[in-house]
């Protein structure tokens, strides 16, 4: 309901794709169907968003679902302002509150990656561009033509 764009029956089928594939997210951890639960997790991460995110993690924390539950931090952290306004996340503060701490040091190192990405960027501008003896404004030693 809450997703961007044009919306149509293509929402609907995505949300029901998520809801089916933490099912059988679940039903994998519990039987122990490591195959099944590497698929699951795999098309999870591929369906991350801001609505499923915060309840997805929190799947992933009480399934074994470590890959999933990486992805799903990396998301919240890039996303975390949208993601806390979401039902799901005030569902995963409370079935799964350990996931807090987890959550700011993820949150504390994406920043410090994007200040290092930012700094980077400062640095490899090329410094004295434009730089070339004069010859920018076309003056030059002048050739006689008597």
Same mark, same amino acid.
């Given at each position: 309901?809450?997703?961007?764009?044009?919306?149509?029956?293509?929402?609907?089928?995505?949300?029901l794709?998520?809801?089916?594939?933490?099912h059988?997210?679940?039903?994998?951890?519990?039987?122990?169907?490591?195959?099944?639960?590497?698929?699951?997790?795999?098309?999870?991460?591929?369906?991350?968003?801001?609505?499923?995110?915060?309840?997805? !993690?929190? !799947?992933?924390?009480?399934?074994?679902?470590q890959? !999933?539950?990486?992805?799903?931090?990396?998301?919240?952290?890039?996303?975390?302002?949208?993601?806390?306004?979401?039902?799901?996340?005030?569902?995963?503060?409370?079935?799964?509150?350990?996931?807090?701490?987890e959550?700011?040091?993820?949150?504390?190192?994406?920043?410090?990656?994007?200040?290092?990405?930012?700094?980077?960027?400062?640095?490899?501008?090329?410094?004295?561009?434009?730089?070339?003896?004069?010859?920018?404004?076309?003056?030059?030693?002048?050739?006689?033509?008597?």
């Open positions: 309901p809450y997703g961007v764009g044009a919306g149509g029956g293509g929402e609907d089928c995505t949300e794709d998520v809801a089916m594939t933490q059988l997210l679940v039903a994998a951890d519990r039987f122990d169907l490591n195959r099944l639960r590497a698929i699951c997790e795999s098309r999870l991460c591929d369906m991350v968003d801001v609505d499923t995110a915060a309840t997805t !993690l929190a !799947l992933a924390e009480q399934n074994h679902a890959a !999933l539950k990486q992805a799903c931090l990396e998301y919240v952290a890039s996303h975390l302002a949208e993601v806390m306004g979401t039902e799901g996340f005030h569902h995963m503060e409370q079935s799964c509150p350990q996931l807090a701490s959550l700011l040091r993820t949150v504390a190192a994406h920043n410090v990656n994007q200040a290092a990405t930012q700094q980077q960027q400062l640095l490899s501008v090329p410094s004295g561009a434009g730089a070339g003896g004069g010859g920018a404004f076309g003056f030059g030693p002048l050739s006689g033509g008597d």
